[in-house]
């Protein structure tokens, strides 16, 4: 048993603190709570568990989350115009879409459609290009953003580090390349189709796992040492796992988060924070 | 000497058959060339030889290339408001902002404000992030497609394969990644804070180096086999090199692009491929 626990849940607890004091700034100025709207058209149970997470979240630390629950029989037209209608509504700083839509309605042109400074998610093709392009986006995508909070929390210079990350999503795997690519990380991206991803893992000085497949990564593939980042969230018989298997990885990494209590509280105080700064955009005060 | 080249030459001359047959049907639609305008404030002399090179080849194709030079004093106002006319101009259907652009002026806030219709460079943030996303972008950027196609004109299968890119510009590196995770390979991207480049080198299947150092990458660095594509142009004392030592390079490879000769023709050919798709997007044909 060597490696390190990255608690994610006392680092987002200590970024709570100073998003509740921003929080406290910025309902002074607007003169009332900063408001998240989360659109859900969603046919997908956990979909649900995790809005519910996120309105919690939100309630407890000062933030308004507004659900419209569309139902699983929303139009593609149907959606348009709520988020139209938010991108208009001052009293709607950030939006959602939470994924995924009925079947045959597409995510990608329901989210184009959202005011970039409103993406609070920042999957906008305008803010994941600035991110690529090494600019400002209004916002950076939530779990993407976590990792590398959770990279930093333990004092490893990023900087020359060899990192592979395992998944190629839009929501973490591609983000979270190109944010450690602009902290001077050597990155490969592995996914499905890479033919020896055993020693992909193994050369990894932080190694992300973003695959959902439970148990997948063992402690064979990984570098002594390494940084283990571990995204996934896989409920089996045993309750849920990640992505890398646990216990043996433990005795290797020198650095590993849990599952649950690593990731997933940083995605959700990220959302919290995107929420903050778009309250601020709006206001003309960031 | 095992290595076959890959002719950019000749690959681009066949690509440049089609694109004056789809010239012909574009003129026929819209009753004129397309146009592309070339807008330039650049102190910098190679600059002029590329904007003329694209013009001769325009012209030579069938394509109206205009040039705005601004001279080397023009404010980011003025610039503006070239791009911002050029956007509400119907006979203009592709423009590029030739960087660098004048001290002080950042050109991504210039290209930020290109209509993505008619962003034929295909380097603004929506077109960036549509590309990053998995989406259509209107238009993708002309030297990553070249190297693709150079690739792909090898036969090899990209899909599984190790690719290293080395260099992480918004213009090559960073597209041309993308593009090659799509076709499901395996991606590392280097640069000046990799570690063990010669490692990360030798380990590809697929090597692009766009660095900008004169024969920087020795055989030693590459596979037995390799595909190599050499996207460097550098002005030395014997002349225009690339980033690679082709002679010795040439031994190891599998096949190789010369320089020049290789990706450079490739470049030019897909600008103008983007500037017939901007006239059909105009036109409503596409």
């Given at each position: 048993m060597t490696g390190t626990l990255i608690d994610g849940k006392s680092i987002?607890?200590?970024?709570?603190?100073?998003?509740k004091q921003d929080i406290e700034t910025v309902v002074k100025k607007i003169g009332r709570k900063?408001?998240?709207l989360v659109i859900l058209a969603s046919p997908d149970e956990a979909s649900k568990i995790y809005v519910g997470a996120k309105k919690r979240k939100g309630e407890e630390i000062g933030i308004e989350v507004d659900i419209?629950?569309?139902?699983?029989?929303?139009?593609s037209a149907e959606i348009s115009r709520v988020v139209q209608k938010a991108n208009l509504d001052k009293s709607v700083d950030g939006m959602i879409v939470q994924l995924p839509l009925p079947s045959g309605i597409s995510g990608e042109g329901i989210i184009e459609q959202i005011n970039p400074n409103k993406d609070v998610d920042g999957l906008t093709p305008f803010n994941i290009g600035k991110l690529a392009k090494g600019g400002k986006p209004s916002h950076?995508?939530?779990?993407?953003?976590?990792?590398?909070?959770?990279?930093?929390?333990?004092?490893?210079k990023i900087i020359g580090k060899n990192v592979t990350v395992v998944g190629r999503s839009n929501i973490v795997g591609?983000?979270?390349?190109?944010?450690?690519?602009?902290?001077?990380?050597t990155v490969t991206i592995?996914?499905?189709?890479?033919?020896?991803?055993?020693?992909?893992?193994?050369?990894?000085?932080?190694?992300?796992?973003?695959?959902?497949?439970p148990s997948f990564i063992t402690k064979e593939w990984i570098?002594?040492?390494?940084?283990?980042?571990?995204?996934?969230?896989?409920?089996?018989?045993?309750?849920?796992?990640?992505?890398?298997?646990?216990l043996g990885a433990k005795e290797i990494a020198g650095f590993?988060?849990?599952?649950?209590?690593?990731?997933?509280?940083?995605?959700?105080?990220?959302?919290?924070?995107?929420?903050?700064?778009?309250?601020?955009?709006?206001?003309?005060i960031e």
């Open positions: 987002a607890a200590g970024m709570e603190q100073s998003i900063p408001k998240l419209n629950d569309l139902g699983t029989k929303a139009s950076v995508p939530c779990t993407a953003m976590g990792i590398v909070q959770l990279i930093e929390s333990t004092g490893l591609k983000p979270v390349a190109t944010l450690l690519l602009q902290r001077d990380a592995c996914h499905s189709k890479t033919v020896d991803l055993g020693m992909e893992c193994k050369h990894a000085d932080i190694l992300i796992a973003a695959i959902g497949r570098k002594d040492g390494a940084v283990v980042i571990d995204v996934g969230i896989n409920r089996t018989a045993d309750g849920i796992t990640g992505d890398v298997d646990f590993i988060t849990p599952v649950p209590g690593g990731v997933g509280p940083m995605t959700v105080i990220n959302l919290m924070r995107n929420v903050v700064t778009a309250a601020k955009l709006g206001a003309g």
